[in-house]
């Protein structure tokens, strides 16, 4: 079974210029999560999808990140215009249904420096 | 509000030592799940076990076992007989339906295991 693909592994971009990141959750999952995690912390959600809406969204940084879903499968996270304090791995996420006690598959993440 | 906490930031064992992982958490909600993740060196989060509010008994699961206990909030995880392969960062973390399902996770703990 294939697992959560994200790309891409590494991006370095300068403050100011745009940026984003591509997750394809794995085959039937509903439930499409994107995580920050800054070096040396855990992961913090940015935004959970349910298909192809919006579930939680609460700590998205709205005036600069967007994420969608369109097809209710994959899913783009964009940063713009990206700052500093966005250097940080992105974590996309999947589960069947999105209930309280179903484990998380992640992907490998996508590793972003801003400079 | 959910919050949990590792306080231990960094373990360093020698191979076949055991290692105890402590978690803390906060709810305020009387149906959640808590559950472990490993993160190893490449990055990506495998889910290691998980355990509803409901059931304290301990287990066992090959070299992990957990200890849960309601009475002060814990939720304490445990390799036997460490392997090299351990090395990583493990995270506890924490949902519950209250929170819309949120997962919530700790700051982590990073395990290194020299041989």
């Known amino acids: 079974e294939a697992g959560v693909a994200q790309s891409p592994r590494y991006k370095i971009i300068e403050k100011r210029q745009s940026v984003a990141f591509w997750c394809n959750p794995i085959?039937?999952?509903?439930?499409l999560y994107w995580y920050q995690q800054i070096l040396g912390q855990g992961p913090k959600l940015l935004i959970q999808?349910?298909?192809?809406?919006?579930?939680?969204d609460s700590q998205l940084p709205k005036d600069r990140f967007s994420a969608e879903r369109l097809k209710g499968v994959d899913s783009t996270l964009k940063i713009q215009p990206a700052k500093l304090e966005d250097s940080a791995v992105y974590l996309c996420?999947?589960?069947?249904?999105?209930?309280?006690?179903?484990?998380?598959?992640f992907g490998s993440g996508t590793q972003l420096s801003v400079l | 509000a959910q919050k949990v906490t590792q306080a231990q930031t960094e373990i360093s064992v020698v191979e076949k030592e055991d290692v105890t992982l402590d978690c803390v958490y906060e709810?305020?909600?009387?149906?959640?799940?808590l559950f472990w993740y490993k993160q190893p060196p490449s990055g990506e989060l495998v889910f290691l076990i998980r355990?509803?509010?409901?059931?304290?008994q301990n287990e066992i699961s090959g070299r992990y076992s957990w200890n849960f206990q309601k009475s002060t909030s814990s939720f304490n995880f445990t390799i036997t007989a460490s392997q090299v392969v351990d090395s990583a960062v493990y995270f506890c973390a924490l949902s519950q339906k209250a929170a819309g399902n949120k997962l919530t996770f700790g700051g982590g703990t990073r395990v290194l295991v020299k041989p």
């Open positions: 085959s039937g999952h509903a439930t």
């Open positions: 355990r509803n509010s409901f059931d304290e």
């Open positions: 709810t305020r909600d009387t149906t959640y799940y």
């Open positions: 996420a999947s589960s069947f249904q999105g209930a309280t006690n179903e484990k998380l598959f």
């Open positions: 999808f349910q298909n192809n809406g919006v579930v939680d």
